[in-house]
Nanobody
């Protein structure tokens, strides 16, 4: 099993920045990608960004260059730098790990609130 511990969420004003971190521990074999999803109240969970073991990155269309996903393999940690945040991006952000064989693990989520 994999344990994912997220941190870095909080309250930020529109246009502000936050950096999320997700530290993975446990059985870390066969990880093909790590990523971040978010779920706003009353909405479906959606992909924000992901990064593969070969450092190929994918972003949601709505991000438009404002976020950057990165990973530190030595620390088994994935980061999400979020700049120019918008109120509509208020959500619980979840860390995700995907295995080569398709299995997934999720973190407990961290709240991001964008409000003045």
């Amino acid at each position: 099993q994999v344990r994912l511990v997220e941190s870095g969420g909080g309250l930020v004003q529109p246009g502000g920045s936050l950096r999320l971190s997700c530290a993975a521990s446990g059985t870390l074999i066969g990880i093909s990608a790590m990523g971040w999803y978010r779920q706003a109240p009353g909405k479906q969970r959606e992909l924000v960004a992901s990064i593969t073991k070969r450092d190929t990155t994918t972003y949601a269309d709505s991000i438009n260059g404002r976020f950057t996903i990165s990973r530190d393999n030595a620390k088994n940690t994935v980061y999400l730098q979020m700049d120019s945040l918008k109120p509509e991006e208020t959500a619980v952000y979840y860390c995700n790990v995907r295995r080569d064989w398709g299995a997934q693990n999720w973190g407990q989520g961290t709240q991001v609130t964008v409000s003045s």
